[in-house]
């Protein structure tokens, strides 16, 4: 595994889910994005997508790429002014919407080894 592309593929992650959490809260005019309808049809599967394509690029430990993207956006709930208290609990939260995520990102990297005759 190149370790450039890994880092690469973290602050891809890291953008993609920041990105999408911005745009969503601006264009809903939320604090927090997941408040928005446009959160649900827009940015969360965008985070799925987007995990899909780094488990492609980079499908050593895919799962990560997935779980990466989807908890950007909490610490973009804590620096929107979202209340410490429930950070935890966000945490819990955000874990399990990682889940599908985290399996786009398998799967991406699940078809970029079948794709190069890698064994699985």
Known sequence: MNQDNA???YVTAIA????????VATAS???EAWD???YWTTAYPGII????????WVPHRAWRWGLTATW???IMAVLGGASLNLFPLAMIMLTFLSIPPIAAALLGGWLR??????PT
């Not at 080894?113 to 890698?118: L, T, Y």
């Open 49 to 56: 997508v987007l995990a899909g394509i780094l488990g492609y």
């Open 113 to 118: 080894r079948r794709v190069s005759g890698r």
């Open 29 to 31: 005019g939320q604090s």
């Open 36 to 38: 928005a309808p446009y």
């Open 72 to 74: 950007a956006q909490g």
């Open 7 to 9: 880092v690469l593929a």
């Open 16 to 23: 993609g889910g920041v990105l999408l959490w911005i745009v």
